[in-house]
């Protein structure tokens, strides 16, 4: 069981770099797979990134791909995405999401442990 708190948001440029940290508390970090989602208000959810369990599989969504880089550090309990070139359709808020020995899906509903989220905003 662990509990997820993301980190790294605010106010960025067009055509600069987000970094965001997913940090974990609690047990059992390198038998989940994760993955970062983001969601704007009043569209559905959209895949960003996965990783799973064994950190040999990465998965990325359609709109970020080429552009983003996900990443686990199992010794500091921690997940990050990268990701450059950002565009004005990035902004969202971005949610990281734990599946115990998961697979690195792209379904938000194979995730059953999730951070609040993280604000992310780009400007031109």
């Known amino acids: 069981q662990v509990q997820l708190v993301e980190s790294g948001g605010g106010f960025l440029q067009a055509g600069g770099t987000l970094s965001l940290t997913c940090a974990a508390s609690g047990r059992g970090f390198s038998t989940y797979a994760f993955g970062w989602f983001r969601q704007v208000p009043g569209r559905d959810r959209e895949f960003v990134a996965a990783i799973n369990w064994r950190g040999n599989f990465i998965d990325y969504g359609r709109s970020v791909l080429g552009r983003a880089t996900i990443s686990r550090d199992n010794a500091k309990n921690t997940v990050a995405l990268r990701m450059n070139n950002l565009k004005l359709q990035d902004t969202a808020v971005y949610y990281c999401?734990?599946?115990?020995?998961?697979?690195?899906?792209?379904?938000?509903?194979?995730?059953?442990?999730w951070g609040k989220g993280t604000q992310v905003t780009v400007s031109p």
């Open positions: 999401a734990g599946d115990l020995y998961g697979s690195g899906m792209r379904q938000e509903d194979r995730y059953d442990t």
